[in-house]
């Protein structure tokens, strides 16, 4: 079973940067599946951040991240990466990666069938 491992998370400053990675434990296949990112609040639902399909040529984000997150993946080093800009306070989450059940980029958390672990983001002055 493949894992999926976040890095980068930690405590920023408003308006500052975090690059999140997600690193797949198995090479094997990872360039067929889509890979999301996911976020959940303290006492509020997990919600859709940001998707890229299974070559990377398509990725979206949710509204409240356009202009601001960018979601990127390298194939040959099985990762991918949520770049995020001129963070808020409202981005304070613990931020999760996931795997996709085929290769095409979804909002829907259920398409989603292999989850990592998650890392905290704080958005604090």
């Known amino acids: 079973q493949v894992q999926l491992v976040e890095s980068g998370g930690g405590l920023v400053q408003p308006g500052g940067s975090l690059r999140l990675s997600c690193a797949a434990s198995?090479?094997?296949?990872?360039?067929?599946?889509?890979m999301g990112w996911f976020r959940q609040a303290p006492g509020k639902e997990r919600e859709f951040v940001g998707t890229i399909n299974w070559d990377g040529k398509s990725a979206f984000v949710s509204d409240f991240a356009k202009g601001r997150f960018t979601v990127s993946r390298d194939n040959a080093k099985n990762t991918v990466t949520l770049q995020m800009n001129s963070l808020k306070p409202e981005d304070t989450a613990v931020y999760y990666c996931a795997r996709s059940r085929d290769g095409l980029g979804r909002i829907d958390a259920g398409y989603y069938t292999v989850w990592g672990q998650g890392t905290q983001v704080t958005v604090s002055s």
């Open positions: 198995e090479r094997r296949n990872f360039n067929l599946y889509a």
